[in-house]
C-alpha cells in the first residue's frame, strides 16, 4: 500500500497552546538529522487554518479537552456520519495541534502506519508512516474507523497508548519517543461489530472513549440549515424522514439515514433541484436497493415534501 492512503486534514489555529513541562511528560531530545523526509516538511499541511463548523450536543468537547490534558488516548464510538471526524477536526482546531487522518482498511499493514524503507535513486532510505510522523513531530494521529484494519496492524499502536508512549521501529533499530503534543484518536461504528471484525480488549482498554448519537431534532436541523444554506423548515423535513428511516434499523435498513446524508440532500434543495429528487438520489437509493424499502421511504419523503 502507498503511503499516500492516509489524507491530509485540516488543521489548527496557529496560536497553539504551548507544549506541557518535560516533567510531566519527558521526552528524549532527537538530532534534527533524526527526522525523515516527510517530518522534514513539517506539520503546516496538516494544520487547520479555518475553524470548521461542530454544534455541540453536550460536554463532550469539556471531556475531550479534560483528556487531551493528560494525553489520554480516546476513542469515538457512534453510527456513521453522526459528526465523529467533525469533531477530532474541530477538536485539533481548538486545542492549536496538527492532525494526522489514516482511513484504515482490511489491507492496512502495521508498515503503512509506522513507515518502511523506500528504494530511489541513491539507495534506501527509511519514510516514516503516518503514525511514526505524529509521534515524532507531535500530532493527533486520528484512525478513522479502526475496525476495518486487521488485529496484527492496530497492535502497533498499543505502546504508544499506555504509560511508555513510544514507538518500535523495529525495522530501523530505532525507538520513538512520542513528543509531548502526541495523541491517538480512534473512531468505529460499532453497529457494524462483529467477531471478525471488532477491537481486542487489549486495545479497548487503553484508550477513554465517547459516545456519539445523531443529535436531537432542533439540533439537527440547525446543523442541516447551517451546513447546506436550506431554510430551517426544509432541514426539520429532512430530519424527520431521517427519523423514519432510523426506526427501520434492524427491520430491513442496516443503518437509518445519517446527518451526513441529509445534509447532501439538502445541498441538492439549495442548488435548486426539487425536493423529491433531491431525497430520492441523496436519500433513498444510497441506503439501499429493496424494492419495498425504497417504497417506504418514499412514502416517508412524500409526506413531508
Known sequence: MRHDDYVRTYAPRQDARPARSASVMPTAPRPAADIQAPAAIGLDAYRVTQEPYYR??????????????????????????????????????????????????????????????????????????????????????????VVEARQDTTVAIHPLTDARRILPLEKKGEIIQAHPDFQVVISYNPGYQSLMKDLKQSTKQRFAALDFHYPEHEIEAEIVAHESGVGLDVAKNLVHIAERSRNLKGHGLDEGLSTRMLIYAASLIAQGVAPLGACRMALVRPITDDPDMRDALDAAVTTYF
Do not use: H
Not at 104 to 114: I, Q, R, Y
Not at 118 to 135: E, F, I, K, V, Y
Open 56 to 145: 455541540a450536543v453536550g460536554d463532550e468537547v469539556d471531556l475531550y479537552e479534560a483528556a487531551y490534558s493528560v494525553r489520554l488516548p480516546v476513542m469515538l464510538k457512534g453510527p456513521t456520519g453522526c459528526g465523529k471526524t467533525r469533531f477530532v477536526e474541530y477538536m485539533a482546531w481548538k486545542l492549536g495541534k496538527p492532525l494526522i487522518t489514516v482511513a484504515c482498511n482490511e489491507d492496512m499493514t502495521a508498515a503503512d502506519l509506522v513507515g518502511r524503507y523506500l528504494l530511489d535513486a541513491n539507495g534506501t532510505r527509511w519514510q516514516d508512516g503516518p503514525l511514526a510522523m505524529a509521534a515524532r513531530l507531535g500530532a493527533i494521529c486520528y484512525l478513522d474507523e
